[in-house]
Antibody
């Protein structure tokens, strides 16, 4: 069965960096686009970044453009999100999700919590 | 910039009643619209894609309709497990903008 397991979250000071990982299993990872979606405490869903199956296409939300970098290692079945210059407003539960060819997400991980606070 | 607007923000419904949720796009997204359900402490779950196609394992009481800019999610007879927050998402472009959510609560 499809499994997505996020890791790497934690408490970090403003301005610092963090790298999130998402380990995928149960499907051919190299055939699917993937994305990160976040949810601030008590708030709705916000799309963060998308990467195509071969990493040739990457998109970012305006709120993270220039600070976050999405990447993947298809040999390790792993998705990453490098987050630099973190701000308090980046505090959220970060989900990774598998995208279908049409770009909606059919499977989601359980999320990893990032807290940006001094 | 694409904006997705859901209404109402909160919907109070009795078990067994019908619930109708709305989602409006600021520009046409054709039928590239998905609905997700999220329960407290859980990840979102895909309910509907292509505006009206139920995802695998989703009960027939969930139905979606609409195209262009106006969409509706209908739950024909609410069960206890359906009380949750529902999000629409457009995927007409790869950005995947979400609506702000509608909370369906027990009346």
């Amino acid at each position: 069965q499809v499994q997505l397991v996020e890791s790497g979250g934690g408490v970090v000071q403003p301005g610092r960096s963090l790298r999130l990982s998402c380990a995928a299993s149960g499907f051919t990872f190299s055939s699917y686009g993937m994305r990160w979606v976040r949810q601030a405490p008590g708030k709705g869903l916000e799309w963060v970044a998308f990467i195509s199956y071969d990493a040739s296409i990457k998109y970012y939300a305006d709120s993270v453009k220039g600070r976050f970098t999405i990447s993947r290692d298809n040999s390790k079945n792993t998705l990453y999100l490098r987050m630099n210059s973190l701000r308090p407003e980046d505090t959220a539960l970060y989900y990774c999700a598998r995208d279908t060819r049409d770009a909606y997400s059919d499977y989601w991980g359980q999320g990893t919590l990032v807290t940006v606070s001094s | 910039e694409m904006v997705m607007t859901q209404s109402p923000a909160t919907l109070s419904v009795s078990p067994g009643e019908r619930a109708t949720l709305s989602c409006r796009a600021s520009q046409s997204v054709s039928s590239n619209l998905a609905w997700y359900q999220q329960k407290p402490g859980q990840a979102p779950r895909l309910l509907i894609y292509g505006a009206s196609t139920r995802a695998t394992g989703i009960p027939a009481r969930f139905s979606g309709s609409g195209s262009g800019t106006e969409f509706t999610l209908t739950i024909s007879s609410l069960q206890s497990e359906d009380f949750a927050v529902y999000y629409c998402q457009q995927y007409n472009n790869w950005l995947g903008t979400f609506g702000q959510g509608t909370k369906v609560e027990i009346k």
